[in-house]
């Protein structure tokens, strides 16, 4: 069964501190990974899409990496307006057919400044 | 381009009630999904539609939900009657191909079941 972890759940940094977000995933072969953000009150918002190993985006402070067994989203010296829950899914070649994406839990991002 | 629109955005009922959703998608985008989104969970695919045919509802429970898409367009995602655990936000989504994982997301409507 297709399955997506992500840690931490919750996430408090200084303006400016950079991380990094983990998102573990068990699929039968992956087509997509996909990387969402989601305000309060609001649906998710497409970031990023990696489809192989060693795959990287960069959008502004984020930056989203992949190898064959998890994803990164690295944040480099965030705003407090990044603060959000981020979201990973993915998509794999069992559900070609149907493009179905299976979702993490999510990583709630808090950044103070 | 606008965005995907759904009503209501907030909706209260009482158990064994009945409640609909309505979902406008982005206009050219063939393929529809209604998710729910329990707090502090990710979102679940209930239902999936390409153009007018449901293509997944494997995780629907159709003893009380049932969704339509009507001339490949709109769509409307009802319940009843309602439990206390249907209690979540419900959206919707469109991409332009169901292949196509860069979905794009309603705001949602916000379900509590008293």
């Known amino acids: 069964e297709d399955q997506v972890t992500q840690s931490p759940e919750a996430l408090r940094l200084q303006e400016g501190e950079s991380s990094s977000l983990n998102c573990s995933y068990t699929v039968s072969g992956l087509r997509g990974l996909f990387w969402y953000r989601q305000d309060p009150g609001k649906g998710p918002e497409f970031l990023f899409t990696l489809y192989s190993a060693g795959e990287e985006k960069e959008k502004e402070r984020l930056k989203a990496t992949l190898t064959k067994k998890e994803s990164f989203l690295h944040i480099t010296a965030p705003k407090p307006e990044d603060s959000a829950t981020y979201l990973c899914?993915?998509?794999?070649?069992?559900?070609?057919?149907?493009?179905?994406?299976?979702f993490g839990q999510g990583t709630t991002l808090q950044v103070k400044p | 381009e606008a965005g995907v629109a759904q009503s209501p955005r907030y909706k209260i009922i009482e158990k064994r009630q009945s409640v609909a959703f309505w979902c406008n998608p982005i206009?050219?985008?063939?393929?529809l999904y209604w998710y729910q989104q329990i707090l502090g969970q990710g979102p679940k695919l209930l239902i999936q539609f390409q153009n007018n045919g449901v293509v997944d509802d494997s995780q629907l429970p159709k003893d009380r939900f049932s969704a339509e898409r009507l001339k490949g367009v709109d769509s409307t995602l009802k319940i009843q009657p309602a439990k206390l655990e249907d209690s979540a936000v419900y959206l919707c989504?469109?991409?332009?191909?169901?292949?196509?994982?860069?979905?794009?997301f309603g705001p949602g409507t916000r379900l509590l079941v008293l």
């Open positions: 989504a469109s991409s332009l191909d169901m292949r196509d994982g860069a979905q794009y």
């Open positions: 899914a993915v998509q794999s070649h069992g559900s070609s057919n149907t493009g179905k994406l299976i």
């Open positions: 206009s050219g985008h063939a393929t």
